[in-house]
């Protein structure tokens, strides 16, 4: 989250020439309010409404993050700073505008938005040049998640880590790794827990991979030590377990390597969208799924939501698919019909 406090605020006075930005973040030391702009982390002032002054617009970025719970702290923060400013207004900005446990955001009777205002496909940012084109290779090992526990729509972390992190499946997976992403020169591997992360990473390493690993308990230095270096290009591979799967820019990233499986088409996207950001010399990001994710959600440039904020995947099961026999990349088949 910090990344993104100072990655937003840059952005933001770089578009808004003039306009005075503060940022407030306990986690960076700065807590800068009376300011036209304020970036902040919910996890700061959740309980520091009072504190902001007269704010007449709230813009929340990865608005999926929002529960719809008043006791979590967008629930706390809302209701406070409605009482100070009753007539804020809230704009939510998210790829993926639904939840997996209540699912659109703009539907049900604690939501905290109540129309979709824009909404386009990621397919549509691709064709329209403003993403990186996604490409994908089959890949011979799968992580088989059959008798995993769910609690909530997902699956348990603990068991699904279990499942998941054995060298059956982190072997022959790392050895598709090298072989599908030679050509790749920044790699963003996913996985399912921080002990899988950890053996990721050493067997990388092993292998003759430049390979650094960032978790939730990295230290700040560490972390922003090992993201600038991947960012620059001096690292080959990243590996993370569920700090970077939302809003983390990169646009070097070239190759997205999952070990993560999940049940929520949100994190299916987010994961991928890591590898659709456009940087100089880099054609297309690369896609090797070593789950059941794409047969079960289906390619995220297939997945759209709807005007009512209804998302829709396409999965396996919705239609036939092959494979490139040059590419080797995971399309769907065009069927050819005769009306008589």
Same mark, same amino acid.
């Given at each position: 989250?910090?990344?993104l406090?100072?990655?937003?605020?840059?952005?933001? &006075?770089?578009? =808004?020439?003039?306009?005075?930005?503060?940022?407030?973040?306990?986690?960076?030391?700065?807590? &800068?309010?009376?300011?036209?702009?304020?970036?902040?982390?919910?996890?700061?002032?959740?309980?520091? /409404?009072?504190?902001?002054?007269?704010?007449?617009?709230?813009?929340?970025?990865?608005?999926?993050?929002?529960?719809?719970?008043?006791?979590?702290?967008?629930?706390?923060?809302?209701?406070?700073?409605r009482?100070?400013?009753?007539?804020?207004?809230?704009?939510?900005m998210?790829?993926?505008?639904?939840?997996?446990?209540?699912?659109?955001?703009?539907?049900?009777?604690?939501?905290?938005?109540?129309?979709? /205002?824009?909404?386009?496909?990621?397919?549509?940012l691709?064709?329209?040049?403003?993403?990186?084109?996604?490409?994908?290779?089959?890949?011979?090992?799968?992580?088989?998640?059959?008798?995993?526990?769910?609690?909530?729509? &997902?699956?348990? /972390?603990?068991?699904?880590?279990?499942?998941v *992190?054995?060298?059956?499946?982190?072997?022959?997976?790392?050895?598709?790794?090298?072989?599908?992403?030679?050509?790749?020169?920044?790699w963003?591997?996913?996985?399912?827990?921080?002990?899988?992360?950890?053996?990721?990473?050493?067997?990388?390493? =092993?292998?003759?991979?430049?390979?650094?690993?960032?978790?939730?308990?990295?230290?700040?230095?560490?972390?922003?030590?090992?993201?600038?270096?991947?960012?620059?290009?001096? =690292?080959? /591979?990243?590996?993370?377990?569920?700090?970077?799967?939302?809003?983390?820019?990169?646009?070097?990233?070239?190759?997205?390597?999952?070990?993560r499986?999940?049940?929520?088409?949100?994190?299916?996207?987010?994961?991928?969208?890591?590898?659709?950001?456009?940087?100089?010399?880099?054609?297309?990001?690369?896609?090797?799924?070593?789950?059941? *994710?794409?047969?079960?959600?289906?390619?995220?440039?297939?997945?759209?939501?709807?005007?009512?904020? *209804?998302?829709?995947?396409?999965?396996?099961?919705?239609?036939?698919?092959k494979?490139?026999?040059?590419?080797?990349?995971?399309?769907?088949?065009?069927? *050819?019909?005769?009306?008589?």
């Amino acid at each position: 989250v910090r990344e993104l406090l100072v990655q937003n605020a840059a952005k933001i &006075e770089i578009m =808004l020439p003039g306009v005075s930005v503060g940022v407030y973040s306990a986690g960076l030391g700065r807590k &800068e309010t009376g300011y036209q702009v304020t970036v902040a982390g919910i996890q700061s002032v959740f309980r520091q /409404a009072h504190r902001l002054g007269d704010i007449s617009i709230v813009l929340i970025d990865e608005a999926h993050l929002c529960s719809k719970d008043r006791d979590s702290m967008y629930g706390q923060f809302i209701g406070e700073l409605r009482q100070f400013c009753p007539s804020v207004r809230f704009i939510g900005m998210s790829a993926t505008p639904y939840r997996l446990d209540s699912g659109p955001l703009i539907k049900g009777d604690e939501r905290i938005f109540t129309d979709l /205002a824009y909404s386009i496909s990621i397919k549509a940012l691709i064709r329209q040049g403003f993403l990186s084109p996604l490409v994908s290779a089959k890949t011979a090992t799968i992580a088989r998640t059959d008798g995993v526990a769910k609690r909530g729509g &997902e699956f348990i /972390a603990g068991d699904l880590e279990r499942a998941v *992190n054995v060298d059956s499946v982190t072997q022959p997976a790392l050895d598709e790794v090298i072989r599908l992403c030679v050509d790749r020169k920044s790699w963003l591997v996913f996985c399912s827990g921080v002990e899988h992360a950890s053996n990721i990473n050493a067997a990388l390493l =092993l292998r003759g991979v430049s390979s650094t690993i960032v978790v939730g308990d990295t230290p700040k230095d560490l972390r922003d030590e090992r993201l600038t270096a991947f960012k620059k290009g001096e =690292l080959r /591979a990243l590996v993370s377990v569920g700090v970077l799967t939302t809003g983390f820019d990169a646009p070097n990233a070239d190759a997205l390597i999952c070990l993560r499986p999940t049940c929520s088409p949100g994190l299916w996207v987010q994961m991928v969208g890591r590898v659709t950001r456009l940087s100089p010399g880099k054609t297309d990001g690369l896609v090797l799924d070593f789950t059941s *994710n794409t047969r079960t959600h289906g390619p995220v440039d297939l997945v759209t939501v709807d005007g009512d904020g *209804n998302v829709h995947t396409c999965p396996e099961s919705a239609g036939p698919t092959k494979e490139c026999p040059e590419c080797k990349e995971i399309c769907k088949k065009q069927l *050819n019909h005769l009306l008589m």
